[in-house]
């Protein structure tokens, strides 16, 4: 059911309940002043009483559940409201009673009866408003064993309507039951402490307005029944009773609460501040998105906490100042006394590095005439001072210094974690850039390099680090001529990365102009060099291999000299044509350094290209790996396929340098002729 | 590490390298090499005796200054180096373009000559 039907529900319920409660007693009214049997129940009109009450209850307890975002206040209000409607109501008819007193009108029992029965409705209806709003400032911070309480007692308060059913002894007894029941929840006044100090002056005005109210009603009722005996409803009704006694208690104990409190909630209040400054202070790490707003914070809640007249932050190594009701140039002549003062012996205390929390002083100035000044230390370094000026003398209280202290201090740990999480960020960023290049330089190395009838190849490639500098890649001339090429870029990491994308696509265009290898060699020099900064170089060795005439020409610019096994020899060698690495000199006379050089092939023979990586590799005596060791590995596993050879080279790589990291990229590229 | 010496003598300067030079420590060389550097300045002469180990970032510091060198008319040798040293400058193809003696006397008289 939602909550405006049931509103409207108990409303008209409450209605319905109070007319036929009015009928039933005024007609019983009637039969007594008759001396005519009614015929009703006696029990009847407590029964209607019952509904009338409850429904008045549901009635209001949904009225303060529809506003749920109510403040105390507006609580406090809202019962000031009902109060005030029902006691106009009820004065106008007084008033009524005042003008026609004495009239034969006012002798009629029926029309007194009805006045007092609209009086008696409007007091139920005020009191179980009050009520409602009691259990809700009541239940303001709840716990289980409160709502225990408390349903207790509102079980206890209802259930009293049927004891007006039946007569029975000692009810007086029940009564202060259910008001020392009254009492125990009556003293849980939390919601007191969340007023500020304005609040609790309209508050007190409230309650004091709330219990004329229920004095005025209180009166009112009793004169009805002095002048007029035979009102006998509900003369003795427990519940009007308990109901009273427990509104009025609790708004006594209300004011009287909130008048002691009154001289600390300002104090209250500060704490409060003070406790969200430092939140705001905290939370400021994570959604601020500069070191300035974290000191604007800081400026910001520093003024606030002490109630400073004027305040600046000034930070180390930076022109950058953080003003608060001040002008740079009057902060700067405000510093320069405060370094004239008594003052400037603690200030200089941390201004060299030892750790303290603040410090305040009298000022000689015009205007300001004390200050305090607070350090803001980020990673056990200075950073910056806080200043705070205020017009009036000695207007820093220790407390206030050591709060305050704990701001700054706040704020330099904010900022510490500040430049922590963007490092974090950036580091992070930086590891999924070289992912990136990680995974785009794999894409440069080719998986299989080209092969025709006459050769089959075999490679490997590790670098040190995310990206190498080592490059292997092939190009089929035509039908006939293959070119391959191994490279080495000087340096490991990014720079030399780059470098080795730019080979490639110097590769890759020169290779398709059929060029011999000297030619290729001098025309790459040219392009690379420019792009090579003064200390960087590139090795590469450039082979052809021509299928037709089964020879190989090949250069060598610096780079590791080429193995060559021979099966009819049965051995193998280094080749020994001089070379120059590519970008040590630029310009034509390049092609002097170089030398061509071919060879025939025959079935069997291998040529084993590497990087110098492989012969550098070393172990954990600092021994190299060696030419010697490749070139025996080679000639104890020639009659082996290419991938079984390169197999065994980096076994045994592996095993020579055992577990030694890795200083240098290397690759490996093993190629068979058949 | 590296420990990397200079010494004035006459009309040469002596500048000898103890120890690796790696990426790190190709730093204090381009740094030491780059004062003995100028056009009336004298000729340079770098005992190799004890550089046990050279990086290509090292053959870069060299490699750097050969066009300079040119340009300042100012000589420099390189004598004493080990079998392993002297085979990375020529695997690189540096001992066409460096002089790269053995043999102090003979750094002298390389150095002497007009």
């Known amino acids: ?674 | 590490m590296v420990q990397i010496n200079t010494k004035k003598d006459g009309n040469m300067v002596w500048v000898t390298i103890v120890g690796e030079i790696d990426a790190s420590s190709s730093i204090q060389l381009d740094e030491c090499l780059k004062e003995q550097l100028g056009q009336d300045k004298p000729a340079i002469a770098v005992d190799c005796t004890d550089l046990s180990y050279i990086s290509s970032a090292g053959l870069g510091v060299f490699m750097s200054y050969i066009e300079d060198l040119k340009v300042n008319q100012q000589k420099m040798a390189l004598f004493n180096l080990n079998e392993k040293v002297s085979n990375v400058f020529k695997m690189l193809g540096l001992d066409q373009l460096m002089n790269i003696l053995s043999g102090k006397d003979a750094t002298i008289k390389f150095l002497n000559e007009e």
């Not at chain 1, 969200?276 to 994570?286: A, K, P, V």
């Open chain 1, 1 to 674: 059911m939602s909550r405006k039907l049931t509103v409207q529900i108990a409303l008209g319920l409450s209605v319905l309940a109070w007319l036929s409660l009015s009928v039933i007693d005024l007609s019983n009214q009637f039969s007594a002043s008759n001396n005519l049997d009614s015929g009703f129940f006696g029990w009847l009109p407590n029964f209607l009483f019952l509904i009338y009450a409850l429904s008045l209850f549901t009635f209001y307890k949904a009225r303060v559940d529809i506003a749920d975002r109510l403040n105390l206040i507006d609580l406090l209000w809202k019962i000031f409201v009902t109060g005030m409607l029902t006691t106009v109501v009820s004065l106008a008819i007084r008033s009524l009673d005042f003008v026609l007193g004495g009239t034969q009108l006012m002798k009629n029992v029926l029309v007194v009866d009805f006045l007092f029965l609209i009086n008696l409705g409007l007091l139920a209806a005020f009191i179980i408003a009050t009520l409602v709003v009691w259990k809700r400032l009541i239940l303001y911070q709840k716990n289980k064993r409160l709502l225990l309480t408390w349903s207790i007692f509102e079980y206890v308060l209802f259930g009293s309507i049927f004891l007006d059913f039946i007569e029975i002894p000692f009810i007086e007894y029940f009564l202060m039951v259910i008001v020392a029941l009254g009492l125990v929840v009556s003293v849980n006044m939390k919601w007191v402490a969340y007023l500020s100090f304005k609040q609790k002056w309209k508050s007190i005005l409230l309650l004091l307005l709330i219990l004329l109210y229920l004095v005025y009603f209180y009166i009112n009722l009793s004169t009805y029944r002095e002048l007029y005996p035979y009102l006998s409803l509900l003369t003795n009704s427990i519940f009007i009773r308990a109901a009273f006694i427990f509104t009025a208690t609790y708004a006594i104990f209300s004011l009287l609460v909130i008048l002691f409190n009154l001289p600390t909630t300002s104090a209250f209040e500060q704490k409060l501040n003070e406790v969200l400054n430092f939140q705001r202070l905290s939370q400021s790490i994570q959604t601020e998105s500069s070191e300035d707003q974290i000191f604007d914070i800081l400026l910001d809640s520093a003024v606030r906490t002490v109630e400073a007249d004027a305040a600046w932050i000034e930070l180390k190594g930076s022109d950058k100042h953080f003003l608060y009701e001040i002008t740079y140039e009057d902060s700067r002549q405000v510093k320069a006394t405060i370094s004239e003062t008594d003052l400037s012996l603690n200030y200089k205390s941390f201004e060299a590095g030892k750790k303290s929390s603040g410090v305040a002083g009298k000022l000689k100035g015009a205007l300001y005439k004390s200050v305090a000044i607070f350090p803001i230390w980020v990673n056990e370094l200075q950073e910056g001072s806080l200043y705070l000026l205020k017009e009036v003398r000695d207007g820093f209280t220790r407390e206030l210094v050591e709060i305050t202290g704990t701001f700054a201090n706040q704020a330099g740990i904010s900022i510490a974690n500040f430049r922590m999480l963007s490092e974090a960020i950036s580091t992070e960023r930086y590891k999924e850039e070289l992912k990136i290049a990680k995974q785009v330089q794999t894409k440069l190395l080719p998986l299989e390099l080209d092969t025709n009838e006459d050769f089959d190849i075999s490679t490997f490639t590790v670098a040190a680090d995310e990206v190498g500098g080592d490059y292997y890649d092939s190009f089929k001339i035509n039908n006939s001529q293959t070119a391959l090429i191994i490279g080495d870029v000087s340096g490991k990491g990014t720079s030399a990365a780059f470098h080795m994308a730019q080979m490639k696509g110097v590769f890759l265009a020169l290779a398709q102009m059929e060029l011999s290898p000297s030619q290729f060699l001098e025309r790459a020099n040219l392009a690379i060099s420019s792009g090579l900064d003064k200390t960087s170089f590139v090795t590469i060795s450039y082979f052809v291999i021509d299928s037709k005439g089964k020879t190989v020409e090949f250069a060598r610019a610096g780079h590791a000299p080429s193995l060559y096994f021979r099966k009819k020899e049965n051995k193998a060698e280094y080749f020994k044509n001089k070379g120059l690495g590519l970008g040590i000199i630029r310009g034509d006379k390049y092609s002097n350094y170089i030398q061509q050089s071919t060879f025939k092939y025959e079935p069997g023979d291998i040529l084993v290209l590497y990087t110098d990586g492989i012969t550098e590799a070393k172990n954990k005596n600092n021994d190299e790996y060696g030419y010697e060791r490749l070139l025996e590995m080679v000639e104890k596993n020639a009659e082996l396929s290419p991938e079984k050879i390169k197999e065994k080279i980096i076994e045994d790589l592996y095993k020579f340098c055992n577990n030694n990291p890795l200083q240098d990229d290397y690759s490996l590229v093993v190629i068979k002729f058949k």
